[in-house]
């Protein structure tokens, strides 16, 4: 089972947005309304911010936003600020076989 | 709200056995997983065992890969044998709960050298 790919990196100004990618497959991200994103600072522990494609945990900013079209899964961050800048991840379920797997992760830099 | 601390060794050498336990507080109905990060690579799912014990394995790690729950002791643990150095990296342990990780440990570097 191939990785999840993603760009390697986005970038924006403070306040604008951005979308990042997820491309994947009818056995994985097309499969299942199982993605989830997850924001990683260097030496820290990754924190959930989307799960089941879109939905949000309690405490995470309604600037994140997830949706799904076909095999291809998207996480858009709206009025960037400094401090969403990190590696974002996603990753889907996919089956009783691989069961889970992740992106390649994209860095995101707030210019 | 569930906290998770890795612990074990940060030196194996090539060929060895890499052992970590996940000490996990709090009592929830859930899948317990690991999940590494070699340095400079993405995130890679390595496996997990749920509460009753079952265990679903990454299938290019599974020929090596042993997980195991002691909940008695409140923690769960990862075995790897035969290990090279392309099992050098940043392993986490995470709390899986209906097909998200919702609680992750901090993480602990295990480099495999001699």
Redesign the interface.
């Known amino acids: ?1 191939s ?1 999840l790919t993603q760009p390697p990196s986005a970038s924006g100004s403070p306040g604008q947005s951005v979308t990042i990618s997820c491309s994947g497959t009818s056995s994985d991200v097309g499969g ?1 309304n ?1 993605v ?1 994103w ?1 924001q ?1 600072h260097p030496g ?5 911010m989307i ?2 494609v879109t939905k949000r ?1 309690s405490g995470v900013p309604d600037r994140f936003s997830g949706s799904k079209s076909g095999n291809t899964a998207s996480l858009t961050v709206s009025g960037l600020q400094a401090e969403d800048e990190a590696h974002y ?1 996603c ?1 889907s ?1 996919a089956g009783k ?9 994209t860095k995101v830099t707030v210019l | 709200q569930e906290q998770l601390q890795e612990s074990g060794p940060g030196l194996v050498e090539p060929s060895g056995t890499l052992s970590l336990t996940c000490g996990v507080s709090g009592d929830s109905v859930s899948w317990w997983s690991w ?1 590494r990060q070699p340095p400079g690579k ?4 390595i496996g ?1 065992i749920s509460q009753t014990g079952s265990t ?1 394995y ?2 290019s790690l599974r020929r090596r890969l042993t997980i195991s729950a002691d909940r008695a002791k409140g923690h769960f643990s990862l075995r790897l044998i035969s290990v090279t150095a392309a099992d050098t990296a940043v392993y ?1 342990c ?1 709390r899986g709960f ?5 609680y ?4 602990i570097l295990v480099t495999v050298s001699s």
């Open positions: 089972q990785a299942y199982y989830s997850y990683h820290k522990a990754p924190k959930l799960y089941d945990p991840y990753s379920y076989t691989y069961h889970y797997v992740f992106g390649t992760g | 999940v993405g995130l890679e799912w997990e679903n990454n299938p986490y995470a209906s097909k998200k990780w919702d992750w440990g901090q993480g």
